[in-house]
């Protein structure tokens, strides 16, 4: 999906407000493992994936990094609480994948939002869609056998086991790396 249909896919917009708030975002191509946003940095953007993946993780007091979030193709990636509050992110932003990135800064969003009422329509309708899933993800993590949560994340990133390192996946599930992969091994 690219970022023309998945602002459609939310509200109806006309070509020429399509075509102007397309022209506020940044096509970048971003290597493997670029990191775009520190803990403890502002978000100063939110980035489109259109081909690639991206995380968020944090990192706990022993320098373990636990994966929060994935992103894959067709979604936004962005510290949402650091980008909304231009507050300091609790997280890290990283691209898992070479990717292609469509990348619009707080301050370009602000005036789309002021320029266009279908524009405040949009975010509201994506944060809670966002919501929604983090809400089913902590759901999955607190009443859900690792099991569970492994059928879970495979039902919302299919491929995710084929491109990220088991590592990553076993952090976001809240598992060993051992319990991820007996319940790989046993569905081979």
Request: aromatic share 14%; charged share 25%; net charge negative.
């Amino acid at each position: 999906m690219n970022i023309a249909d998945l602002l459609n896919a939310y509200v109806s917009f006309s070509h020429d407000e399509l075509h102007d708030i397309l022209s506020h975002f940044k096509k970048e191509e971003v290597q493997k493992n670029q990191v775009l946003v520190h803990e403890g940095q502002v978000c100063r953007n939110i980035y489109f994936i259109e081909k690639g993946m991206g995380r968020s993780y944090y990192l706990k007091e022993d320098g373990k990094e636990v994966t929060q979030w994935f992103f894959g193709q067709g979604v936004f990636m962005s510290s949402a609480d650091s980008f909304f509050k231009q507050s300091a992110s609790y997280y890290y932003l990283e691209t898992l994948e070479d990717s292609v990135l469509y990348t619009i800064s707080y301050d370009k969003i602000e005036l789309l939002l002021s320029r266009y009422h279908k524009m405040e329509r949009f975010v509201r309708l994506l944060s809670i869609d966002m919501l929604t899933k983090v809400v089913h993800k902590l759901n999955a993590i607190q009443f859900q056998t690792a099991r569970e949560r492994y059928d879970y994340m495979t039902s919302e990133f299919p491929d995710i086991a084929q491109r990220i390192p088991l590592g990553h996946i076993a952090s976001y599930l809240g598992m060993t790396q051992e319990t991820l992969s007996r319940i790989r091994k046993n569905d081979a």
